[in-house]
């Protein structure tokens, strides 16, 4: 319930707090291309698997405060951690990730960032061996949050395409494999292009 909370207050956070100029303006896109490092809890997490994922963003072009709506997808194979047991598989997410990048800093050549994401996940796990067959496959929603930094290195003078390198911690939870939950904690690091 909390992450729920938490991803609903930084999605009004990117609506009521930009300018009106820039509210919800798809001034910018992002593409990502990224690795995520899965670990969480004992017993109810993914615990040492790798995602690997495609991440696109719409954004505001200018200001301080810059709302932005995110979409990804993601493959997560390794090992998962099931009550006692700790079993191999697969998951595949797909996301939308509605928040806010605050870049502090107007430079020429380096913008710096932070950022404060919201995030929705439908999530499909096929994880195995499990005691009760039935949960060896399962779908579900996940709520929760994303923070990271990262800067842009833009390409020529005044230009508008830049190359992004970008770290996160996600963190958001839901119902998968029988476990009410259940974790998917991250870190990431992607590079991407600004365009």
């Not at 969480?40 to 698997?49: D, E, N, Q, R, W």
């Not at 963003?57 to 709506?69: D, E, F």
């Amino acid at each position: 319930m909390r992450d729920m909370m938490t991803a609903l207050l930084v999605l009004l956070m990117g609506i009521i707090f930009p300018t009106a100029d820039t509210a919800l303006a798809a001034d910018m896109a992002v593409g990502e291309l990224g690795v995520r490092y899965h670990a969480g809890t004992a017993g109810k997490s993914f615990s040492g698997a790798t995602g690997y994922f495609l991440y696109f963003q719409s954004q505001a072009g200018k200001g301080v405060l810059r709302p932005n709506v995110g979409a990804a997808i993601e493959l997560i194979s390794g090992n998962a951690s099931i009550g006692s047991a700790t079993v191999g598989g697969t998951a595949y997410s797909g996301g939308i990730y509605p928040g806010l990048d605050i870049f502090p800093f107007r430079t020429e050549k380096f913008q710096p960032f932070v950022e404060v994401h919201g995030v929705i996940t439908w999530n499909y796990a096929s994880l195995s061996p499990l005691t009760v067959v039935s949960d060896q496959t399962s779908l579900g929603l996940a709520f929760g949050f994303q923070v990271g930094g990262g800067t842009d290195i833009r390409l020529g003078r005044g230009g508008e395409r830049a190359i992004r390198i970008h770290t996160s911690y996600s963190n958001y939870t839901g119902k998968i494999a029988g476990q009410a939950g259940f974790q998917y904690n991250a870190f990431a690091l992607s590079l991407g292009l600004v365009f």
